[in-house]
């Protein structure tokens, strides 16, 4: 069904549109199915009518044969649309879930920590799982509800009164569900989110936690939140459960009671026998479906509630647009008036920084701690986008590159080095597929890492664990800088480079920065020690987020020492007794 003029349809709404052929093949089967439900109710009732008066052995055989056909017909059917439900879950997810862990990447550069994690992924796996349930399937059988219920009133009056009566209660019963586990469900939602993102932090702190005493308070933190979640899933699941349980007694009842009104159908001989049992099965069908739909309820609300979640994170981070490719940038780096302030927060870290550089130069950002060095590098590399003021390329702006193709220009060592699973060669080439065995090997001689790595029992090719643990700390930042060199960048920018080196990588660190300037890269670096900025010429002095200097690096010095140097103390003039002062 094509979307009203004016409505935009959802990303998700679109890759689940692409499966409208899937879900068209569903409904027929569903209609197939649902026929073929009839077959257990015509055989008993030509068994009582025709087959026992006659008591004709042939005719039962046949019907035997012809039963059991159907039969098998219906459960091939029964099991091949369980199947395509799942693939339809599968074929969303794979259509999907690229964009979502783009999300998750670039969400917290857009609203701070203060974001749901891993949620948008168990968001999508809900949703898929929830497809390939058997919930979807109740939903396809629930429209021939009225079609057993007329076949009941074709039996007798009596009969589909009294399915009908059982129908308008379950379906009562489904809408006292809906409203009765939306909120528990959600709340259970959060609950299991807030308990994931407390084990997470502590697997990650797992070496603060034991060497400082605090793993014990900390497990009774995570106590606390494992109970407040088993009672809230626990509420969500008595909600659920319950109104199952009396959905599944009242269609028991209910299949009694028409058993009794056949009954009394055929003590009155309004009815044949046939039609008792007969009636009995389809009454039970027809409402099948509204109990299994019950069933199922706490996974269709979860999936409803990811669905809308998921729908509401794609259109707050919309995918990206293609974007003319620009001349790879080989001149200048200007910052005019930029002004940050940092994604969830509101306060400003960086005011009014101007300033501009030529190939070949090499910056060194100084100042206090909490001065907004690393916000302001952060918007240099087009992490953190400026709230004013523009940082430009060769006179474009950061935000006319793509992230992919502006990473072929940037090499960037954050202050917190993060590696990833995989080999040492793979982390440098940034997990380039493409990437030459050379470049990897340059990029590890320019950062002096070379010979570290090939004394390592597999050299390149050692895996390096998750997050690096197979590697100290000051190894691991060395093979970041040779990853930031990598494919010789225009613009690098070092945040505290060298915080875990001793001597050799200080001044490893040192020659890469002149062998980059040497090529034409603009280097900066944010240093708190002095043989940091050793290899630079120009110097940024940071204070309170404000600009305080920028210039030749001896001449900016010289004015930072001569502010640092307390003015000498007014002379001492003596005068004599009784004289005024």
Not at 310 to 317: R, S, V
Not at 439 to 451: F, L, M, N, W
Not at 512 to 519: I, T
Request: proline share 5%; aromatic share 6%.
């Amino acid at each position: 069904m094509a979307a009203a003029p004016g409505v935009r349809r959802s990303e998700l709404g679109i890759a689940l549109r692409a499966c409208r052929n899937a879900f068209i093949g569903v409904g027929i089967m569903s209609c197939m199915i649902n026929l073929l439900y009839l077959t257990g109710s015509i055989f008993m009732l030509e068994v009582y009518d025709r087959v026992i008066p006659s008591r004709s052995v042939p005719t039962l055989i046949g019907l035997v044969v012809l039963a059991g056909g159907l039969y098998v017909a219906q459960g091939g059917l029964d099991l091949i649309r369980g199947r395509i439900l799942g693939r339809i879950g599968t074929a969303l997810d794979e259509a999907i879930n690229a964009r979502v862990f783009d999300t998750i990447v670039r969400l917290p550069l857009m609203v701070g920590a203060r974001n749901e994690g891993l949620q948008p992924l168990r968001d999508l796996d809900n949703v898929r799982s929830f497809l390939g349930s058997q919930g979807p399937g109740a939903f396809f059988d629930l429209p021939w509800l009225p079609f057993y219920l007329a076949i009941c009133f074709a039996f007798h009056w009596l009969l589909g009164l009294t399915a009908l009566v059982g129908a308008i209660i379950l379906v009562m019963l489904t809408v006292i569900t809906e409203v009765m586990s939306r909120q528990p469900a959600k709340d259970a939602m959060m609950l299991a989110a807030r308990r994931n993102d407390l084990a997470a932090t502590s697997r990650r702190n797992a070496e603060v936690l034991v060497a400082m005493g605090m793993a014990g308070r900390l497990t009774k933190r995570w106590t606390e939140a494992n109970e407040t979640y088993l009672a809230g899933n626990q509420r969500a699941s008595d909600v659920a459960g319950g109104l199952g349980a009396i959905a599944k007694v009242l269609r028991m009842m209910l299949q009694s009671a028409v058993l009794a009104v056949g009954a009394y159908l055929v003590i009155h001989q309004e009815a044949s026998g046939g039609i008792i049992i007969a009636g009995s099965i389809l009454s039970a069908r027809a409402l099948a479906p509204v109990d299994l739909a019950i069933a199922h309820w706490k996974g269709f609300v979860a999936a409803r509630q990811s669905w809308h979640r998921l729908n509401k994170l794609l259109e707050q981070i919309p995918a990206p647009n293609t974007q003319t490719l620009l001349q790879s940038p080989s001149k200048r780096l200007s910052v005019e008036g930029v002004t940050i302030v940092p994604p969830g927060d509101q306060r400003v870290i960086v005011q009014d920084v101007t300033f501009a550089v030529e190939a070949g130069t090499g910056v060194g950002v100084i100042g206090p701690s909490g001065s907004g060095k690393s916000s302001l590098i952060r918007a240099l590399v087009g992490v953190w986008m400026p709230v004013r003021g523009k940082v430009r390329l060769d006179g474009a702006a950061l935000d006319q590159w793509s992230s992919d193709v502006l990473g072929r220009h940037v090499g960037y060592l954050p202050q917190d080095v993060e590696l990833f699973a995989g080999s040492i060669a793979q982390n440098i080439s940034r997990f380039d597929p493409d990437a030459k065995s050379d470049a990897i090997i340059i990029a590890a001689k320019e950062a002096g890492v070379h010979d570290m790595i090939i004394k390592m029992r597999e050299g390149y090719d050692t895996q390096i664990g998750e997050q690096g643990t197979a590697l100290s700390a000051g190894q691991a930042q060395r093979v970041g800088l040779a990853r930031a060199l990598f494919g010789h960048p225009f613009l690098i920018v070092l945040d505290e480079p060298n915080s875990n080196l001793d001597t050799e990588g200080d001044e490893a660190l040192t020659r890469a920065v002149r062998g980059a300037r040497e090529r034409g890269a603009i280097v900066i670096v944010v240093a708190h020690r002095p043989i940091g900025i050793e290899a630079v010429d120009q110097l940024l002095v940071l204070k309170d987020g404000r600009m305080q200097a920028f210039g030749p690096k001896e001449t900016v010095l010289g004015q930072v020492l001569q502010r640092a140097v307390p003015p000498p103390p007014a002379p001492i003039k003596i005068v004599a007794p009784g004289a005024k002062p």
